[in-house]
């Protein structure tokens, strides 16, 4: 099991938790939403409970809980800045499908 950041997404990361003063690291998840069946939880972590898996990479910790980890296994966190807006991508090698929209994905069963 792995879940990985890239450098531009550690210092994102890092820089949020920064101006934020507090926080163990980034939490990822997923929640059952859209057409498509799933949509990405991100949000920043203040305690990491018993079930979850923590990941560490560019010096930045990953938190994720037992529910979403066959989900996310294997993906790859970017930040990206395109013209004037900005964001996270996930690029996840278990996603077979998304939504037009870009909300929701399915993941093979």
Do not use: W
């Amino acid at each position: 099991m792995s879940v990985t950041l890239t450098e531009n997404a550690a210092i994102q990361v890092q820089n949020q938790l920064d101006k934020r003063g507090k926080g163990l690291g980034l939490r990822l998840g997923v929640r059952e939403s859209g057409c498509s069946g799933y949509a990405y939880v991100i949000d920043f972590a203040d305690e990491i409970e018993a079930e979850d898996t923590v990941f560490q990479d560019h010096g930045v910790k990953v938190i994720i809980n037992k529910d979403s980890l066959s989900i996310l296994d294997g993906l790859e966190l970017d930040f990206a800045r395109e013209g004037i807006n900005s964001a996270f991508k996930f690029n996840n090698p278990n996603v077979e499908d998304a939504c037009g929209c870009g909300e929701s994905f399915t993941v093979s069963s």
